[in-house]
């Protein structure tokens, strides 16, 4: 899968969805669990766009779109959002962002436990995932020298996206 690179121009977002649902669904079939309807709703409403959404506004556009997370539509329950949530953090199709205390689809194909490297525009809310090979044999290096063994590495690196920083 293509990382989102904030605001290219060339970004297929559908392509970048359907590619992120289809993993989803592979990944989940391959390790014996189930994509159940609510947990995809969930996901599939993070992959609207690149921003980060708290459980809150994940429960209001969910109800908003005639979704199935409550019975008979209308808002779902907190705690229905959050185990989906934590079904998909889990499983390493989305991230937490924790300056945001939101959450974000996970369009890359990679391992659970890697780094992942957020950039964060402070102007528009677009988040994308920096390659980070090099920094994270840095830091499992300078975490091993230390005793130490992360359990959820992530960076976030807050900034002005090319696109903001262009209409500034």
């Known amino acids: 899968m293509s990382q989102p690179v904030l605001h290219a121009p060339d970004h297929d977002h559908e392509r970048c969805s359907a590619d992120a649902l289809k993993h989803a669904e592979v990944l989940c079939a391959q390790r014996a669990q189930r994509l159940t309807p609510i947990r995809r709703q969930v996901l599939e409403v993070l992959l609207e766009s690149h921003k980060p959404l708290g459980a809150y506004e994940i429960m209001d556009r969910a109800a908003s ?71 994270a044999d840095q830091l499992k290096t300078a975490a091993r020298a230390a005793g130490f063994t992360p359990k959820a590495p992530v960076i976030e690196i807050g900034g002005v996206c090319a696109h903001c920083r262009d209409l500034v």
């Open 65 to 135: 779109s005639g979704g199935r997370l409550a019975p008979g539509g209308g808002r779902p329950a907190p705690i229905t959002v959050y185990r989906a949530l934590d079904f998909l953090r889990d499983n390493g199709l989305v991230h937490r962002i924790e300056s945001r205390n939101a959450f974000v689809a996970c369009v890359n194909n990679h391992a659970t436990g890697d780094l992942v490297v957020f950039l964060i525009c402070e102007h528009c809310g677009a988040v994308g995932e920096a390659p980070s090979a090099a920094v």
